[in-house]
């Protein structure tokens, strides 16, 4: 399948549920295969951000145990910065943030 000049599909391939496929003649750069956005229809603050959540069942029914968020922590024009936090579950409470890396490049535990 094609969009523009790129050639991509998405299947369920025998060694995972969704598998997004990419093949072009790049060979020495990332190539973006996944893009998650998040608008708002209210004004923009720190802390809107896009999140993925791996729910696993357990004993207790199906949880949420970890989850990958990146949120905006300054959102003025020009001066946008982001964070890219991991949640995770402890002792059966909602996943919290166990780590984050900043726009400053600082590495925080939360945990």
Known sequence: ?????????IS?????TLHIANTDASTNAPVELLRLTK?????????LGSKIGFEVETTAGNEILGSLEVISTDVGSGTEDGAFIFNTMTAGATNTEKFRIGADETVANEG
Request: no cysteine.
């Open 39 to 47: 608008e708002s229809s209210g004004t923009p603050a720190a802390g």
């Open 1 to 9: 399948m094609g969009v523009g000049d790129y050639d991509w599909s």
């Open 12 to 16: 369920n391939s025998p060694d995972s």
